[in-house]
């Protein structure tokens, strides 16, 4: 059985109108990954959470949540000091979202400063691939980002895979410069790297996806998919030099992007994980995309998934 770890944080979520009706529940760019991951599975890959939650009452229930779901939640630390950060998501008519955070405390931000996080360290020594996104890398203090790329950069040296999703968010930051600074170090040791052509476009001034490309392929990326929303992927292996476009099928009615390209991820990875082809790792990635945007929240209803079909 392949091994993955998910390396990121999860925040209790509310979904809704300010001083209006809300909905509650947990998201995270690289949990939602984690779920999908799972749900699309169904337990032939042992999926490993990276995190650290505090010892309340709402840090247990996510994690319960999160063993109900099949991930392994074995490398999630606990942290008496610290809670769970919370996000706002605000929709407006075209389903396209705004955030409003709290995490500057979170457990998750400290999750290298942990007592136990060598366990961490050993455990990683031991899985497939590690995968972490740029949120995964920005809510981190700037030592710690270093310490965690240092120790991604020996992973690697050992063949374990590491995929990387750019996932920009410029407020997590403290300026663009310093997102580079970090990000040409992490594409470095990148196998697989999952990026949307909007961030890349915003972060680096890209002038098109072949832009994005060219330049990724320069920074030591060795294989990428490319996320272009409506008009579906491109995959590269800078490698070989197979190129592919692989198109989505149109949504009819959208009504929340949230966790469109976690999901996508979770698709490709699916795939990727369990020897598909990049076309067929795309098209899953495409069709897992496709229904979660047809629904609110970052993580939708078990039963909404039911009658959707892998090739896995």
Same mark, same amino acid.
């Given at each position: ?33 984690? @779920? ?67 995490? #500057? ?24 691939? @590690? ?19 240092? &120790? ?14 750019? #996932? ?26 999952? @990026? ?19 330049? &990724? ?23 070989? #030099?197979?190129? &592919? ?9 959208? @009504? ?8 996508? #991820? ?47």
């Amino acid at each position: 059985m392949k091994r993955i770890a998910i390396i990121g944080e999860c925040m209790i979520e509310l979904n809704g109108e300010p001083f209006g009706s809300m909905l509650q529940s947990y998201g995270g760019d690289s949990l939602n990954t984690a @779920v999908y991951l799972a749900r699309t599975t169904n337990k032939q890959i042992d999926i490993q959470y990276v995190s650290a939650l505090g010892q309340d009452a709402v840090s247990q229930g996510m994690l319960e949540r999160w063993k109900s779901e099949n991930i392994n939640t074995d490398l999630v630390l606990r942290d008496d000091k610290r809670q769970p950060g919370l996000y706002l998501i605000q929709l407006d008519s075209k389903g396209e979202r705004t955030f409003l955070y709290w995490r #500057n405390q979170s457990a998750a931000r400290h999750l290298l400063q942990h007592p136990d996080f060598s366990k961490v360290e050993q455990a990683l020594s031991h899985v497939d691939m @590690v995968y972490l996104s740029g949120i995964s890398l920005a809510i981190l203090p700037r030592d710690d980002r270093t310490r965690l790329i240092g &120790l991604l950069t020996q992973l690697q040296s050992q063949g374990i895979e590491i995929a990387f999703d750019t #996932n920009y968010r410029p407020a997590l930051w403290e300026n663009a410069e310093e997102a580079r600074y970090f990000y040409r170090q992490i594409f470095s040791i990148t196998d697989l790297a999952l @990026v949307t052509n909007d961030d890349e476009q915003a972060l680096w001034g890209d002038s098109d996806e072949n832009a994005s490309l060219q330049r &990724l392929k320069q920074q030591g990326v060795k294989q990428v998919a490319l996320k272009m929303g409506a008009k579906g992927n491109i995959y590269c292996n800078f490698k070989t #030099n197979e190129t &592919l476009e692989i198109p989505t099928q149109p949504v009819k009615q959208v @009504v929340d992007t949230t966790s469109a390209g976690d999901s996508f #991820n979770a698709g490709f990875l699916a795939g990727w994980l369990l020897n598909q082809s990049p076309s067929m790792c795309s098209k899953q990635g495409h069709l897992l995309a496709g229904l979660v945007i047809q629904h609110k929240g970052a993580i939708i209803p078990t039963d909404t998934m039911k009658h959707i079909q892998f090739s896995l």
